[in-house]
């Protein structure tokens, strides 16, 4: 896995596979020493089932860390101060819990150990639009794609803040990136609503024609092209379409809410 690309998201996790060798290793002079003499069968049996119970132990006074993300993440910080992801973790599930003053201690201490960490900076982000300081978090978002063009949660979310506020050539940038890397129907209906918006109907038209149809069956992509028809003097087409649309101003914000995920 550290030569080659194998094709698997395990990570680290492939470290732990060693063990596997070590248990393998040391179940075999049990195995050997069980098919010898009775008593030292017996003796083999023992040490063996006691061997099980301290092992037992040890997972049964382990496992409640994992009754939720909350033990999960502050055990984990208790356990290893000094990792910034574990700090991290437990700033982000402080926030999400809405405790907001010991989610920024997390932060801190994170910030301290190595402050260019990719997850500790969007972590940052959070707070930044929490405390409503957008340049920050816009300034953040363009640092961590600088560091990874490919983070997709920043790039969504920067191209949302541009949007929002009107630049909507910036938004159409991000967005059209994503679609590219991967075409969903979310991304297609905001960098749709950008060009139309930054007054491209006819490259919105183009667009929606070419990888939806004439008539999408989405209703925010075929509001768009209703209101881009319009835009560009085609207001019987225009019309046509929105006619077929409940809402069609929010349209977009519906398409927005159907998924959480960038």
Not at 65 to 93: D, G, I, K, Y
Not at 127 to 154: C, F, G, N
Request: hydrophobic share 45%; net charge positive.
């Amino acid at each position: 896995n550290f030569i080659f690309v194998i094709g698997t998201i395990m990570a680290e996790r492939i470290m732990y596979a060693p063990s596997l060798a070590i248990a393998v290793v040391m179940g075999w002079p049990f195995a050997k020493a069980y098919n010898g003499q009775r008593t030292t069968k017996i003796i083999t049996a023992v040490i063996f089932a006691v061997f099980i119970v301290f092992q037992a132990l040890i997972l049964v006074n382990r496992n409640p860390v994992w009754a939720s993300e909350t033990v999960l993440f502050t055990a984990m910080a208790h356990t290893a101060p000094n990792s910034v992801q574990a700090q991290t973790l437990l700033a982000q599930n402080l926030f999400k819990r809405g405790e907001w003053a010991e989610g920024r201690e997390a932060m801190q201490r994170a910030k301290a150990i190595y402050p260019d960490h990719l997850s500790l900076i969007f972590t940052e982000t959070v707070i930044a639009v929490h405390d409503k300081k957008l340049k920050e978090a816009k300034d953040l978002y363009l640092k961590i794609l600088s560091m990874s063009p490919t983070h997709t949660a920043a790039r969504w979310n920067l191209g949302r803040l541009y949007f929002d506020e009107g630049q909507y050539e910036l938004a159409a940038e991000q967005f059209r990136y994503l679609y590219d890397s991967l075409p969903k129907v979310k991304y297609a209906t905001y960098y749709a609503a950008s060009l139309q918006l930054a007054n491209r109907s006819a490259e919105a038209i183009a667009f929606i024609i070419k990888y939806y149809g004439i008539e999408p069956a989405n209703d925010a992509l075929r509001a768009i092209l209703g209101y881009s028809y319009n835009a560009t003097g085609n207001t019987n087409e225009g019309m046509r379409l929105l006619k077929t649309v409940t809402n069609p101003a929010a349209a977009l914000s519906r398409e927005a809410g159907k998924d959480t995920t960038p």
